[in-house]
């Protein structure tokens, strides 16, 4: 099974800036979906950016205008850029791969932003 390695995350000051990666050990061209989830201490997981097989991307708006998803298949690695980053979007993030038989989660990288 492909695995998932997140990357990029760290501490950063209210309207800096990150980008994440997640390399992973296989082709991620098989998979229909990818995304970046988050969950911060006591809440839920929530997603923060999706990108479709053919390149379509969807935002929430806690995210929209601000993130940007991309994944480059002939590296097998999906990137997250987060701009204007806000003392809300403190949370462990995550990437994932969707296929016909697969849902598969990487460990996760932290982001602490500092107000």
């Known amino acids: 099974q492909v695995q998932l390695v997140e990357s990029g995350g760290g501490l950063v000051q209210a309207g800096g800036s990150l980008r994440l990666s997640c390399a992973a050990s296989g082709s991620i061209a098989r998979f229909n979906a990818m995304g970046w989830y988050r969950q911060a201490p006591e809440k839920q997981r929530e997603v923060v950016a999706t990108?479709?097989?053919?390149?379509?991307?969807i935002y929430p708006t806690s995210t929209k205008g601000r993130a940007t998803i991309s994944r480059d298949n002939a590296k097998n690695t999906l990137f997250l850029q987060m701009n204007n980053l806000k003392p809300e979007d403190t949370a462990v993030y995550y990437c994932?791969?969707?296929?016909?038989?697969?849902?598969?989660w990487g460990q996760g990288t932290q982001v602490t932003v500092s107000s």
């Open positions: 994932n791969a969707l296929g016909p038989t697969d849902n598969i």
């Open positions: 990108i479709f097989s053919n390149g379509y991307t």
